[in-house]
């Protein structure tokens, strides 16, 4: 069962003007739940993963039956208002940018696919927008869901550190070279 106070209270302070009768409207609301849920704001919906990414059949429910969401609210936490402005942030509400990052959220976070995999099954299923859209969505999720710990940046900075030496150790050559 859906904690739809919980919803309305995110959506109030995501600022979302919810009008159930537009489909953009629909998509921006089942995916600003799903992307905060994932984040770790429990609001209790289940979801699958439908053409335009996740979809909950209870949280459509809840909300046509409510669709002023002048129902009673629930007090967000400070960590759950933050959670929900680095949404806001990251993906201001744009139906495209949030269809785009709760597929790949899904297919990440859901289905425990790896982040390749993820990255190529989104691709795929949002071919109908440019690749630039897909991948500045995608990397959008990434920084909102799955950011990268100083630790995994030091690793990746040692295994390309020879790399990075051999590129400058050329640049320097090819200057050389030119001056």
């Keep these: 069962m859906g904690d739809i106070g919980k919803v309305r209270s995110v959506f109030s302070e995501a600022g979302i003007d919810l009008d159930m009768g537009k489909l953009t409207h629909r998509i921006i609301a089942q995916k600003t739940v799903f992307l905060l849920q994932l984040k770790g704001i429990d609001m209790g919906y289940d979801f699958g993963l439908y053409l335009r990414g ?36 990251k993906f201001g509400n ?35 927008y440019t690749k630039g859209t897909v991948a500045v969505a995608i990397s959008r999720t990434i920084g909102f869901l799955f950011p990268i710990s100083e630790e995994e940046i030091e690793d990746i900075k040692k295994e390309f550190a020879d790399m990075e030496r051999a590129s400058l150790e050329d ?4 200057l050389n070279d030119e001056g």
Excluded: C, H
């Excluded at 046509?64 to 959670?83: H, I, N, R």
């Excluded at 640049?171 to 090819?174: D, E, M, N, S």
């Design 54 to 89: 996740p979809y909950s059949p209870s949280l459509t429910r809840d909300l046509f039956g409510d669709p002023k969401l002048q129902g009673p609210k629930v007090m967000l936490t400070d960590q759950e208002s933050e959670m929900v402005k680095g949404l806001v942030e």
């Design 94 to 128: 744009s139906p495209i940018d949030l269809e785009i990052a709760g597929t790949y959220a899904f297919l990440r976070g859901v289905e425990n696919r790896s982040a390749f995999e993820s990255w190529d099954t989104t691709w795929k299923l949002k071919s109908f």
């Design 171 to 174: 640049l320097r050559r090819f």
